[in-house]
């Protein structure tokens, strides 16, 4: 309780969730820790905000097992105490777990208290990671990787760590059959094969700089895995695993797709106008296949013929393809080249997005700040400690002085701006944060078409089903303090000033005075 007496014999209900998750330390951004057989996309969203809006079997969470969830009942002792215990599952990967567990008390008055707390189970004390492979390798290039040590906080790793590389090659075969329907069915026997072991060491200078080199060229087409494995000092494992493609040689290891599908990979998760986007078609049969870029309509389209030995298509990425797009690419095999024994033509279809930074509508606004008489305060803590800002008492005219630039850093002439300042404490209590209109008039689009009716957003007819809010606001008062009383804030509207539209000038600077209510935010 508030008093300090503790809740004797009350109830509690607990919820207990244990999650695999990699650990994604902020000074190794560009290296992956942890299970990457398949895409792990929270770790594209905790460094670079990017989404899976088409999750399926391969791009699904790169973890080797689901949440696990359990609850159950306790009762506290006398003292309000009591003990959970959170089985972890055993793995196959050594991975870390994420722990959540909350609680939720009830006393003898029906009185509940909610609480939870989260925590981390790490494998090992140490993990090992690898650069990212951001490129389509093709079979007899070298693939240049890097490989560092931390701890269990992000730190490179004191003392020299020993691990066993393992490269693998998944390779499926296709086998043919009929379903109950009589129709044919193609069945993937998938299997895997080693192809190179070796033992390195990385010291703790290879950490701390770029990493310990780590080179190999694979003459195979597929999808190829490297492993990482090691023990730390107590003998408990740690692992690392991440995946790339190889193509140009002839044979075709990879899944075969029913139908028309077939599966096309892009080099990169993200692009910028100017860059050449490169896309891997898994495609079983060679011909002529038409591209399409897409996004609403199609964009662009062009012909390229397919070969086995270079089944990678190279598209030009320009501004207009902001904030994605989508590649269609559809493979025709003419019934002249066919080599079935009753010849006919043969089809192949698929589509992958991609994602482009949108540089070019991107504004750059600096903002500045002076009272009536230059004042100025010191900032006495926090991260801008020292630095002196402009002050004004509430009441006082605060003028604002602003520079708007474009991507290229020339000024933003006529561009317009909306401009308020909002009471701090009032932004504090309910959470706000800045909007990000670039984000929301430029969020990805979907491969999809929607259709709807307005008609449930329009005013009802009828007054009985309509309600009207009171908008109005109470205005606090005080007694008279003679000459203080021109000191005290009279306005009590949380709102300093609302300004539509402020329009730069040619040189993309504009200006806005209002009279200032206290700590504001702009």
Not at 175 to 193: A, F, I, K, L, P
Request: proline share 7%; with cysteine.
């Amino acid at each position: 309780y508030y008093q300090g007496q503790p809740v004797a014999a009350g109830k509690v209900n607990y919820y207990t969730c244990i999650e695999p998750k990699n650990p994604y330390p902020d000074r190794f951004r560009d290296f992956l820790f942890g299970n990457h057989r398949t895409p792990d996309w929270s770790y594209w969203y905790h460094y670079f905000g990017y989404r899976s809006r088409y999750d399926d079997e391969d791009s699904s969470s790169s973890q080797d097992a689901g949440p696990s969830n359990t609850q159950g009942e306790a009762t506290l002792t006398p003292e309000g105490k009591v003990v959970i215990a959170a089985e972890i599952p055993q793995a196959e990967f050594p991975t870390s777990r994420e722990i959540r567990i909350s609680t939720e008390v009830t006393d003898s008055n029906n009185q509940t208290l909610v609480s939870s707390a989260t925590t981390t189970v790490h494998p090992a004390s140490v993990y090992i990671g690898v650069s990212r492979v951001d490129q389509l390798v093709r079979a007899g290039e070298n693939v240049p990787l890097r490989l560092v040590a931390i701890d269990t906080d992000g730190n490179p790793y004191a003392n020299p760590v020993s691990v066993s590389a393992t490269l693998t090659r998944q390779v499926n075969k296709a086998v043919r059959s009929q379903n109950e329907n009589g129709d044919t069915v193609t069945r993937n026997d998938s299997t895997e094969e080693t192809l190179l072991v070796s033992e390195i060491g990385i010291d703790p200078a290879d950490s701390a700089k770029e990493g310990k080199a780590l080179a190999f060229a694979p003459k195979q087409n597929g999808t190829h895995f490297l492993t990482l494995r090691g023990k730390d000092a107590d003998g408990r494992d740690f692992a690392t695993v991440t995946s790339f493609e190889v193509y140009g040689a002839n044979d075709y290891p990879w899944l075969y797709e029913d139908g028309m599908r077939v599966k096309l990979i892009a080099e990169k998760k993200s692009y910028k106008a100017g860059d050449t986007a490169r896309v891997l078609v898994l495609s079983p049969i060679e011909g002529t296949a038409l591209v399409t870029v897409e996004r609403e309509k199609v964009l662009r389209w062009f012909l390229t013929p397919l070969k086995a030995d270079n089944p990678v298509i190279e598209i030009p990425i320009g501004a207009d393809d902001a904030p994605n797009a989508y590649v269609s690419v559809l493979i025709v095999k003419g019934a002249a080249d066919s080599a079935r024994e009753f010849k006919e033509p043969q089809l192949r279809l698929g589509y992958c997005e991609l994602t482009i930074e949108n540089e070019r509508d991107k504004l750059a606004v600096s903002l500045s700040a002076s009272g009536p008489e230059n004042d100025t305060f010191t900032i006495s803590t926090g991260p801008q400690a020292g630095k002196q800002l402009p002050a004004c008492r509430p009441g006082e005219t605060i003028t604002l002085t602003g520079t708007v630039t474009l991507a290229d850093g020339k000024p933003a002439a006529g561009a317009e701006l909306t401009l308020y300042a909002e009471d701090e404490g009032t932004l504090a209590v309910m959470g706000y944060k800045t909007p990000d209109p670039l984000a929301f008039f430029y969020d990805p689009r979907v491969l999809a078409i929607e259709a709807g009716v307005s008609f449930n957003n329009f005013l009802t007819e009828n007054p009985e089903y309509r309600s009207f809010s009171n908008k109005g606001f109470f205005i606090g008062g005080g007694a008279d303090l003679g000459d203080l009383a021109d000191l005290y804030r009279k306005n009590f509207d949380p709102c300093a000033t609302w300004a539509p539209v402020v329009k730069a000038g040619p040189d993309g600077k504009f200006t806005h005075t209002f009279q200032e209510i206290g700590r504001a935010h702009v």
